[in-house]
């Protein structure tokens, strides 16, 4: 069965820093692109970064350049988002995301076929 679980989120100040973590089974990741979302209340799932199948390219919202690293661990089949000088907008349950998406989809979340089921981030004081 393949599954993909998030985990790291939770409450912090803002200009504080999170590492989320995303625990591939029954699938390799290094067989797919993969991608971080997020989705804030009221609002639609939006694009936050993702790291293409092959090679070691990336690409980042451009709300989150700079601030968030995107990240994988074949040897360990996980996917890191590692979130700095996190801001009050950043609130939102992140979501991972594995799927084939060619260079023009990679930010379109109906290019992804699996998902986790997400983790909750709080930017508050």
């Known amino acids: 069965q393949e599954q993909l679980v998030e985990s790291g989120g939770g409450l912090v100040q803002p200009g504080g820093s999170l590492k989320l973590s995303c625990v591939a089974s029954?699938?390799?990741?290094?067989?797919?692109?993969t991608a971080w979302f997020r989705q804030a209340p009221g609002k639609e799932r939006e694009f936050v970064a993702a790291?293409?199948?092959?090679?070691?390219?990336?690409y980042y919202a451009t709300a989150v350049e700079g601030r968030f690293t995107i990240s994988r661990d074949n040897a360990r089949n996980t996917l890191t988002l590692q979130m700095n000088n996190l801001k009050p907008d950043d609130t939102a349950v992140y979501y991972c995301?594995?799927?084939?998406?060619?260079?023009?989809?990679?930010?379109?979340?109906?290019?992804?076929?699996?998902w986790g089921q997400g983790t909750q981030v709080t930017v508050s004081s």
């Open positions: 995301a594995a799927g084939r998406p060619i260079l023009s989809t990679l930010r379109r979340a109906d290019a992804y076929t699996r």
């Open positions: 029954g699938l390799s990741l290094r067989d797919y692109g």
């Open positions: 790291r293409r199948q092959s090679g070691a390219n990336t």
